[in-house]
């Protein structure tokens, strides 16, 4: 069964500063990798997709991600971290052979300082 | 579209009672999934349905609480009789199966409260 691990429990870093959240996963076969961000009294809203192709993906906000097969790693980036995005970050990961059930991490909060 | 619509956005009800939550996917989506998000157990599966049909119920909690999908455009999530550790925030995602890759689509989430 596929799983994903999100280590931190908490980010903190300073405004202005490169953001990082870490995640590993666990999967048979090729994986489908997704990072979700949810903000406070929201539901979680998607970020941005591995499928297949270039390993560093884009996605919304200013956040990339980069794939590492190798690692089984799918970490989330943004080079100059915003107050805004102080949120609950979720990675979730799915297997390629139509199982549509994606597994998720236990969430990130990350904390931006002014 | 107006994406994946529960309601009601917020529930307070006393312990034994009835508590019913809905949802409407997004037209054409072919998975519905109900999750449950408390600060102690993050976000959990509680089920999830595929064409109307439920195909995996493991992660409701007992037989307190049942769902149905009854037709493509709407799913609820019933809890009888309610008790004051359910209280969570219960959202409902929808999906596209068949697309490779596709992921969900979550709603806004029922806060439910039980006194």
């Known amino acids: 069964a596929q799983s994903v691990a999100q280590p931190e429990d908490q980010v903190n870093v300073a405004e202005g500063n490169p953001l990082t959240v870490k995640c590993t996963y666990s999967v048979s076969g090729n994986p489908y990798l997704f990072w979700y961000v949810q903000y406070p009294n929201r539901g979680l809203q998607f970020l941005l997709k591995y499928i297949t192709g270039d390993n560093l993906v884009k996605g919304s906000y200013g956040f990339e991600a980069e794939f590492n097969k190798s690692q089984t790693s799918f970490h989330l980036k943004k080079p100059s971290a915003l107050v805004s995005d102080s949120a609950l970050y979720f990675c979730?990961?799915?297997?390629?052979?139509?199982?549509?059930?994606?597994?998720f991490g236990k969430g990130n909060q990350v904390v931006v300082i002014p | 579209d107006a994406g994946v619509i529960q309601s009601p956005r917020h529930e307070v009800t006393e312990m034994g009672q009835e508590v019913t939550l809905r949802c409407k996917p997004i037209?054409?989506?072919?998975?519905l999934f109900w999750y449950r998000q408390t600060m102690m157990r993050g976000l959990e599966l509680l089920i999830y349905f595929n064409n109307n049909v439920p195909i995996d119920d493991s992660g409701m909690p007992e037989d307190r609480f049942s769902a149905k999908m009854p037709n493509a455009s709407f799913s609820t999530l019933k809890i009888q009789p309610s008790e004051p550790r359910d209280s969570a925030v219960y959202f409902c995602?929808?999906?596209?199966?068949?697309?490779?890759?596709?992921?969900?689509?979550f709603g806004s989430g029922t806060r439910l409260t039980v006194v």
């Open positions: 979730a990961v799915r297997d390629s052979y139509g199982n549509n059930r994606l597994a």
């Open positions: 995602a929808s999906s596209l199966g068949d697309r490779a890759g596709y992921g969900y689509t």
């Open positions: 037209s054409g989506h072919d998975y």
